[in-house]
């Protein structure tokens, strides 16, 4: 699952805010955690003096070493990782040359820019990583709290699409709440079919439509059954419709209180090149609450077409117009 967990910091308690979950995420599989501290600059910089170059590399030294030996304290394998340069830059460096599993970055850092859904860094590295990501919304922690505690996940929400790629994320939902008592929700959202205006139809076209529309859910409303049935753990299915996915998961998040979304980086649609899909994106904009992205496809494969895996359709007695076989998964599935 994950054995070598990367976590960039800056030195703000902003950034911190990803030391819980990478120790949830950790102890699963006992997984090396690797702080990276990254000082954008070097000594021979125009305009920089070398003593004060200095004094802020020995000063972040200290921090990475201290971060250590608190992970270790509490028996985490760990290493820090002290670099010079542009921090997206070494950040994607080091996940390649370190063979990394998972990076946790915060949404903003030491900036502590709130304006945009995350920062120019965390965007990067979201869009380039090639593996798994989580992005954590940045908070600055209270003075009383222990940053070294593994967060403990109540609720988390899992948006599947009906295929199996999207399904990849469910193992690891799994090991997390048998780990820690978790309740599993998960959401599949369907939209309306994208057609002519509904107020031009004529009534027989709408109401053949909605039975559509309405047998959709039907088909999806069985595919979410079956999942909950195969699942080791009580889980929740939650069935919606909306025109916007992304916002409607973020709602569905916030009534279910969520404290972790959990989703594969590829569905249905596997866009092969991009890093991850448009509902994937949208989450990530919309979303107030920590968001991992389980990558489903090694980054040497991300310009090779392939199209996701579908289901079959899901077979079931009915009395609709509509037979089951004339709907396919990747219809049903948008």
Known sequence: MFDRILLPLDGSTLAECTIPHALALAKLDNAEIIPLLVLDG?????GVDPMEWHLRKSEAQTYIDSVCSKLQEIGINSHGLLLTGPPYQRILEQIDKLNIDLVLVSSHGQSGRVDRPFGAIAHKVLGSAGTSVMLVPAQAQPLNVDIYASKSYQ???????GSRRAECVLPIADRLAREQKTKLKIVHVTQRPDILSWALLADDTR???????EHIGAVAQSYLDQIRDRQDNESVCILAQADNVAIELNHIAGEAEADLMLVSAHGAAANPIRAFGDTVSGILNYCCRPVLIYQDRPAVYTTEPEAAPLREPVARQSDDSIPIGSVTTQQAYL
Not at 42 to 46: I, Q
């Open 207 to 213: 109401n053949l439509t909605e039975q559509f529309v």
């Open 42 to 46: 070097s000594v021979s910089g125009d």
């Open 155 to 161: 609720s988390i929400l899992i948006p599947l699409d």
